[in-house]
């Protein structure tokens, strides 16, 4: 794979407050990468910041080996898609998907057929002439990805768009969008604060925490063995604790009365809910600094008051957060 | 039962409605064209003592009549224009960036509301003579801007806040430039905005004697140089006939430039 983004140092600043700080990256040609991060982190000021809407205030971005930092937004082969689908309401389907396709100068006849072969991929062939106000929640984000895709971008941006739909739609959306994405090959920036949604989306995963990227990595690697214990908190399936991150295969939830063996760890917790995963109940168990879905040897009760236990060999060790940034960098 | 009660009621509001509106507006102008073609009516008649065309005659007797509604529209046009020019980029500026002295500049473009047009129009009939603007059709386009400026902002400014930002940023990152962005997303959503202020300027432009007479010192002679003086007169039907010709102008401004604009935007935003 060959590279196609590359992010030295960023800095956004808004007033004396720091949003972006040294945030370096890159990317490979047909890569999806995926920062997840709490609100608030500077993951949408990053995307602003690659298309062109946010002047940085430091560092570089190279798309295709040319410098963006003087290049015009709308110059830019990067098409960023908002977390809501800002289709323009005075337009048909038809005549929002071939919007950037004309600005492009493409043929009335190309941009026609292209917008059509674009729509029926996305299962919106018979909403040509309607407009945004006749179309759902997710038929409007439909027609934007279809607005986006269609103009074949090196970089797509997403920027949390599923966030305003339902569960159940946001799930085999992302599904789709992933294959979309596939099938045309076009390279991709997903940020959410969706632990789920992020693993599910990236080939590479980012980590951000206070407008620093805190973590990179394979999906699997960076929730199994998060850096940090911020990382462990924003990403880690498991217990992030001070001294290092349990996975969660490896934790269980006893009753408050049950003895634990010395080479076991426990931690007080309370049942807030229980539930059935893989056709067996489980718990779910709030502690000092969250909640974990976890199994029981015993059959627990809601408000039970319970220790969670895990091997004291289980612990994984966080990496110096230090040491950690600067092999990112 | 109840469905055909409602349905009732339903009708009856309607007919109430559109009663209302024939007696507060249709009823008035029909009075005054009828007044425009009466001889003698006076109260307490309920119609005039006979018809004729002689108010409209003595109106298109004037020489300088057709002149005069000429130099008017070619005013309120240019006043409308710059209107438009510069409103636009400052309600955009206001709605949408924040920077130091914001309130200072918003307090500045607002204040001719607050001082009467007319003593600004004093102070400055002495820096347009300076200029050689005085007694000259761009002085007194100048001088109307004075009344119609800051409702032209306002009016503009609550256009873009409806709007906000996000589609004029999808616009950017599909390709647009500023132009183009302006033409396909800014100008059809704006467009309730824009006819709004095309019409109050031309209407407030349309009314003003006091600035256009200090300004044009009796030079530009506008529709309402001529039709005031007739006040003093007795003939109603000459008043009438006026009044008719005041209310056309804006209609039929308003009804061009709604033609003209919804052109441009199906020009722009074909497929």
Known sequence: MNQLLQCNTLKKNYSQTTILNDVTFSLEKGEHFTVVGPSGCGKTTLLRCLAGLEVIDG????LNGKSLVTAKPEDRSVVLMFQDALLFPHLTVIENVTYGLKRRKTSKKDRIRQAEEMLEKVKLTRWNNAYPHELSGGQKQRVSLARALVLKPDLLLLDEPFSSLDATLRESLRGEVRELLRQENISSLFITHDRDEAIEMADRLAVMDNGEFIQIGLPYEVVTNPSSIESAMIIGEGMALEEGFIPLNKVSAVNENEMIEPNFISIPGKVTAITVKNNQPCYRVSWEKGTVLVTSRTQLHQGESVYLKAGRGTIKNYINQEKHRRQIQ | MFHSLNIGKKKMT????VLL????????????IMKSFSVGWRWPDLLPNGFGIEGWKIIFRDPSLIEAIFTTIKLALMVVGLNLLLAIPAARA??????HGKSIIEAFLLSPILIPGILIAMGLQFTLIQYGLADRMAGVVLVHLIPTLPYAIRIMRAGYERMGNGLHEQAIVLGAGPLIRFLTVSLPLLLPSIRSLMLLTFVISLGQYAL????????????PLLYYPYFSGSNEAVIAGFSIIFALLPLLFIGTAEILLRLVIRAVNRV
């Not at chain 1, 560092?59 to 190279?62: A, F, K, N, S, V």
């Not at chain 2, 309607?14 to 409605?17: R, Y």
């Not at chain 2, 256009?212 to 529709?223: C, F, H, N, P, S």
Request: proline content about 3%; charged content about 5%.
């Open chain 2, 212 to 223: 256009t007479a200090i300004i044009g010192g009796g030079t530009v002679v506008t529709l």
């Open chain 2, 14 to 17: 309607n007919i109430l409605i």
């Open chain 2, 94 to 99: 206001l709605s949408t960036y924040t920077f």
């Open chain 1, 59 to 62: 560092g570089d971005i190279i």
């Open chain 2, 21 to 32: 509106f024939i007696l507060l507006f249709i009823l008035p102008f029909l009075t005054i």
